[in-house]
T-cell receptor
């Protein structure tokens, strides 16, 4: 069975304080690893897809990396508007995504 | 890109009452469609998915059912709601290597 574990559950940062979120996974065959951002009361918003170990993608202050067993989402010099829940998901050998529970990030000004 | 419409956005229903949540998709044809549920503080749980009209796969046994009467319409239903059906329901559509989500429907069962 596919498993996705995200840590920490919650992260409180000061504005400008860089940090990383972890997503460890167990999947029979990985077609892709996805990162989403979710604001309270809203649907998840797509950030990145990573397909193979060693791949990296960046968007503004966010950078996602992938190894064979885990992915990291690095937040560099975060701003209050980066406050959200970040969800990780794996895509096994079909078109379903299995999600982790998420990491809730709060950035204080 | 796709746009996914869900309604109603918020719903408060008594235990034992019926449920119908609707989802329509714009900007694509013959999409794979999904219903997810998100309980407070938990991840997204896949409930149903559909690869075409009338084709529904259930991921977990439960009090809910899904139907796809048209290519871009996906409906989540229940004949009698339970307290445990409360949650945030998200419709999603697969396209271009990405899963697009609607804005969600929040259901509270009292």
């Amino acid at each position: 069975e596919d498993q996705v574990t995200q840590s920490p559950e919650a992260l409180r940062l000061q504005e400008g304080e860089s940090s990383s979120l972890n997503c460890s996974y167990t999947v029979s065959g990985l077609r892709g690893l996805f990162w989403y951002r979710q604001d309270p009361g809203k649907g998840p918003e797509f950030l990145f897809t990573l397909y193979s170990a060693g791949e990296e993608k960046e968007k503004e202050r966010l950078k996602a990396t992938l190894t064979k067993k885990e992915s990291f989402l690095h937040i560099t010099a975060p701003k209050p508007e980066d406050s959200a829940t970040y969800l990780c998901a794996v895509q096994p050998n079909d078109y379903k995504l299995s999600f982790g529970a998420g990491t809730t990030v709060t950035v204080r000004a | 890109s796709q746009t996914i419409h869900q309604w109603p956005a918020t719903l408060v229903q008594p235990v034992g009452s019926p449920l119908s949540l609707e989802c329509t998709v714009e900007g694509t044809s013959n999409p794979n469609l999904y219903w997810y549920r998100q309980a407070a503080g938990r991840g997204l749980q896949l409930l149903f998915y559909s690869v075409g009209i009338g084709q529904i796969s259930s991921e977990v046994p439960q009090n809910l059912s899904a139907s796809r009467p048209q290519d871009r319409q996906f409906i989540l239903s229940s004949k009698k709601l339970l307290l445990s059906d409360s949650g945030f329901y998200l419709c999603a559509s697969w396209g271009g290597g990405e899963l697009f989500f609607g804005e969600g429907s929040r259901l509270t069962v009292l």
